[in-house]
């Protein structure tokens, strides 16, 4: 008898300066579902985030998709689903409005002051490259420099301009949202309704892949998870 079950497919956009790598360990049931890896596409001199976001359209290739965004991906998904019939919009280690953005980030974005946000991250394998000491740190190097690869400055003006400015003040309907309580770059204090993830950091779709692998599925199919 033919399998006549729906497959759903899943879109993944990975979080700032970051390349599909970050999705490497994701698996989920392949008879039922399909994963695709978006990618960062270099933004267009003085090109509008809605405007971005539409391109960005340009490579989803299916109706009623589920759309899942990393960080600033999850910002960036969220812009693309105006446009879109999405069957289910999923962020993670992300924010769901300005308000959700921590103080800094706030300020930076009103004052002009970008240098107070923690964009350090971006250089912080070369960093660590030169005073990490011990084998905790130097394992990890490897890590960021593998995921954290684009390094387009266009880009990265553009990425850091858009999130610090990112204009919404209220929450998509049944959006879902899927955080870490020690996520440092987004603290948790500030998140409000999202599906918690107890000692997850703001690279846990990376170092916990396995919750996200377990539950995932799950919250794709019914837009919450009854139980961790």
């Known amino acids: ?61 299916h109706e009623n998709i589920v759309l899942i965004g990393v960080s600033f991906g999850g910002v960036i998904v969220q812009e693309m689903g105006n446009y879109l019939n999405l069957r289910r919009l999923i962020i993670i280690s992300s924010v769901k409005c300005r308000e959700e953005l921590p103080r800094r980030m706030r300020y930076a974005g009103s004052t002009g002051f970008i240098r107070l946000i923690p964009t350090s991250l971006l250089d912080y394998a070369d960093y660590m490259e030169k005073f990490a000491v011990g084998d ?43 955080h870490g309580d020690k996520d440092e770059i987004f603290p948790y204090k500030y998140i409000k309704g999202c599906i918690t993830v107890k000692g997850g950091t703001h690279l846990m779709i990376v170092n916990r892949y396995k919750w996200v692998n377990k539950y995932l599925p799950e919250i794709i199919l019914t837009g919450k998870l009854a139980k961790q």
């Open 136 to 178: 905790y740190l130097k394992k990890r190097i490897p890590l960021y420099r593998k995921y954290l690869s684009v390094r387009n400055t266009k880009y990265i003006d553009w990425a850091i301009k858009n999130m610090v400015n990112w204009e919404c003040d209220q929450p998509i309907k049944d959006l879902v949202h899927i």
């Open 1 to 61: 008898m033919p399998n006549t079950k729906e497959i759903i497919h899943v879109y993944f956009m990975p979080g700032m300066a970051a390349n599909p790598l970050i999705f490497e360990h994701i698996k989920l049931p392949e008879d039922q579902f399909e994963m695709h890896w978006l990618e960062w596409i270099i933004p267009l001199t003085n090109e509008s985030l809605k405007d971005y976001a539409q391109r960005m359209n340009r490579y989803i290739k």
